[in-house]
């Protein structure tokens, strides 16, 4: 059965310095996204992308985030200077069509020392 | 405002049936979705309404009143594998609940 797939599943980084989460969306999905979810706490949007472009992104997702779709595969979050409170697990979740069913990947453990 | 609304914890024993609510107020509408999520794991999806009425999955029901901004997760013959949170969420861009933590205890 197709999946999303997200890698790495745990990284550990210094405050200050740039990460890039990276996803795999299933491959004839059109429409992709990014949540977090600080531990114990909802799921939180952050940003939804379709056709190249940020169709739609929270107020969690300020300036020092950035989705990118590098190729016809990866789906990145890349957060440019990390804070400790960005310390969360990152989920990227992809749907065939807008409003349809999100299908998530395993999510990226981002721990902020 | 955007707003969801579900208990946090609920408790039930195996082989009962278990009704987890959930109210929303949402900017836009395109449907409730059900999923479920395993303590340090990716949700899963359950369930999706976008007509009122039930939706039957199994030993999973979900219902929908657009009018009343409600829907119910009816969880039926439950397993000691369905302990776990359940997560309501509304919209395209899936507005979640803080989720319902179902224990089920022998």
């Known amino acids: 059965e197709p999946e999303v797939t997200q890698t790495p599943s745990h990284q550990v980084t210094q405050m200050g310095q740039e990460v890039i989460l990276r996803c795999v969306p299933i491959s004839n999905h059109l429409y992709f996204y990014w949540y977090r979810q600080i531990l114990g706490q909802k799921v939180e949007f952050l940003v939804s992308?379709?056709?190249?472009?940020?169709?739609?992104k929270s107020e969690i997702f300020d300036d020092q985030f950035s989705v990118e779709r590098p190729d016809g595969s990866n789906f990145t979050l890349k957060i440019r200077s990390t804070k400790l409170e960005d310390s969360a697990m990152y989920f990227c979740?992809?749907?065939?069509?807008?409003?349809?069913?999100?299908?998530f990947g395993a999510g990226t453990r981002l721990s902020v020392l | 405002g955007q707003n969801i609304d579900q208990p946090t914890e609920m408790t039930a024993t195996e082989g009962a049936i278990v009704q987890i609510n959930c109210t929303y107020q949402?900017?836009?509408?395109?449907?409730l979705f059900w999923y479920q999520q395993h303590a340090g794991e990716a949700p899963t999806f359950l369930s999706y309404?976008?007509?009122?009425g039930l939706e039957e999955k199994g030993r999973f029901s979900s219902f929908l009143s657009r009018s009343k901004g409600y829907s119910y997760l009816l969880l039926k013959e439950l397993q000691m594998k369905d302990s776990a949170s359940y997560l309501c969420a509304a919209d395209d861009k899936l507005i979640f609940g803080t989720g319902t933590r179902l224990q089920v205890f022998p």
């Open positions: 992308f379709y056709n190249n472009e940020i169709s739609e």
């Open positions: 949402t900017s836009g509408f395109n449907g």
């Open positions: 309404n976008v007509l009122d």
């Open positions: 979740a992809s749907s065939e069509a807008l409003a349809d069913i999100q299908y």
